[in-house]
């Protein structure tokens, strides 16, 4: 089956969050550094925004050279408050990790996903799923970010850095590799410098090169494993999958309906053999929920959503059909047009012998 991968990178992360601390600083070049304290300016910079990238900032660049690049323009230089940055990290990973099948946390300001299931496997059903990340992120932390979309994680990857800041890249199987050809193949995801000279001495300097490359002599050269690995890199055809790891914290199941269509009633119909396989995952994993929610992809691929909270954790979800055809009901009458998708996803999960987070709930 095609898959859904996305990556989602915050922009210049922390310089953000200290701008939507004091957005005061918006406009000016502003500079988050680590400051060694051996004399008032040594040390290092952390990040940037991007009005200093502008003038030859970069991460890792000692503050005094930064210093002389932005001799005269107001520039601000902040300490780093890592204890800000892990809590804004937290909020944007649950928010993710609430509107995504699985969720892989790789770094404080960035992720892979997967998207298949919630998608369809639909790469205009994904893009409208990505650009509501995004506009929540936007919404409830103030910041922007950058996702790509792909079929691997090395395409994403990729995708989520190619239109920085504040971008969307889709880049779909069919164009996966005129979209790499031209790249450098640096941009791919363990290519460093020395790999980069071995290539280039073959003449490979672009992603296109080393797809296009006989593999036999790849194989002499750069030995079998790195040569194997590069020519499917080459495809973004790597098949390494999105990895929960600390599981999974929402499930959802959606589909397509034979027709568009208003009536909630014929929704929850063609919806109940998704709901009775969510029931028995539940089960089989003694999953228990507290939010469930039901999904509309309206005509215009808009996504609308429903939720309803219990108080306490359900275990049985097949005693909630009338809750569901409640929530298609209200969803219907609110989106103001056709469904031509529709799901149901838990939320809030706890697993039997999960003390800690059945405690939590008390
Ligand atoms: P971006 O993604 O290019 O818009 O900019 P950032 O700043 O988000 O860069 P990224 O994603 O590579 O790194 C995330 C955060 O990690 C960044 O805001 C600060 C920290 N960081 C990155 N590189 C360095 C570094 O070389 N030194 C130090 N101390 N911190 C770094
Ligand atoms: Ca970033
Ligand atoms: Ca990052």
């Known amino acids: ?95 993710v990790g609430e509107r995504v099948d699985v969720l892989e946390k790789t770094g404080i300001d960035e992720a892979f996903f997967d998207i298949t299931m919630s998608s369809g496997a639909d790469y205009s059903v994904a893009r409208t799923l990505a650009a509501g990340i995004k506009t929540a992120i936007r919404e409830s932390h103030g910041l922007s970010a950058s996702i790509g979309l792909g079929r691997s994680k090395i395409v994403a990857k990729i995708a989520s850095d190619f239109m920085k800041p504040d971008g969307l890249t889709v880049v779909t199987p069919e164009s996966t590799v005129e979209f790499l050809g031209p790249l450098p193949v640096l941009k791919l995801y363990g290519v460093g410098p020395k790999t ?29 494993k790195t040569a194997a690995y590069l020519h499917t890199a080459a495809r973004g055809e790597d098949e390494e999958p999105v990895t929960e790891r600390q599981g999974p914290t929402q499930l959802s199941r959606i589909i397509t309906l034979k027709r568009n269509t208003r009536d909630a009633d014929e929704a929850f119909n063609e919806l109940m053999p998704a709901m009775d396989d969510l ?84």
């Open 196 to 224: 980069a000279e071995a290539l280039a001495a073959l003449g490979i300097r672009t992603i296109g090169d080393l797809a296009s490359f006989d593999v036999g002599s790849l194989h002499e050269r750069l030995g079998r």
């Open 279 to 362: 029931h028995h995952r539940l089960v089989s994993n003694g999953t228990s929920f507290r939010t469930l929610s039901t999904i509309g992809v309206l005509t215009d691929l808009s996504v609308k959503t429903k939720s309803k909270t219990f108080e306490n954790p359900v275990e049985d979800l097949s005693l909630l059909k009338d809750d569901v055809r409640g929530l298609l009901q209200a969803l219907s009458g609110s989106a103001g047009r056709e469904f031509r998708r529709v799901g149901i996803r838990v939320s809030e999960l706890s697993s039997k012998g999960d003390q800690t987070s059945l405690t939590q709930f008390y």
């Open 1 to 95: 089956m095609v898959r859904v991968i996305g990556h989602v990178d915050l922009d210049y992360f922390y310089a953000q969050v200290e701008e939507v601390e004091n957005p005061s600083l918006r406009g000016k070049p502003v500079l988050v550094c680590v400051f060694s304290g051996r004399t008032e300016d040594s040390g290092v910079v952390s990040t940037a925004n991007y009005v200093a990238r502008e003038f030859g900032v970069r991460s890792g660049m000692p503050i005094v050279l930064a210093k002389k690049k932005l001799e005269g323009r107001d520039a601000v230089f902040i300490p780093v408050h890592d204890e800000r940055y892990e809590a804004v990290s937290d909020g944007v990973m649950q928010l």
